[in-house]
Nanobody, 127 residues
């Protein structure tokens, strides 16, 4: 069991940056994959970035080159650096962790890989 708490959201103008952080109540080192998702009202939750235990990262095409996922083992957090923000990036952002195990199924942003979810942090981008 692990609890996840996101922080770092806020309101920024287009082109701005934020650093989202997800603090975990348990060690994340044994999770085969970690990820960030986002959701806007009336739309399906979509994956934006995933991080395998090996260090390999995976990004949705819509954020590739602008978002960076990373893990801080000392702080037990998984972070998402979001740069060059666009109004269409406005959403509630959630972090997620897979249960301890061998690996994650492909594609890495399949929601079925993730058992533990945070409550979310809101990102609002104005034009």
């Amino acid at each position: 069991q692990v609890q996840l708490v996101e922080s770092g959201g806020g309101s920024v103008q287009a082109g701005g940056s934020l650093r989202l952080s997800c603090a975990a109540s348990a060690n994340l080192n044994n999770r085969p994959c970690l990820a960030w998702f986002r959701q806007t009202p009336g739309k399906e939750r979509e994956g934006v970035a995933a991080l395998y235990r090996t260090g390999t990262t995976y990004y949705a095409d819509i954020v590739k080159g602008r978002f960076t996922i990373s893990r801080d083992n000392a702080k037990n957090t998984v972070d998402l650096q979001v740069d060059s923000l666009k109004p269409e990036d406005t959403a509630m952002y959630f972090c997620a962790a897979a249960p301890p195990g061998i690996g994650c199924y492909s594609p890495p942003l399949a929601q079925s890989n993730y058992k533990y979810w945070g409550q979310g942090t809101q990102v609002t981008v104005s034009s």
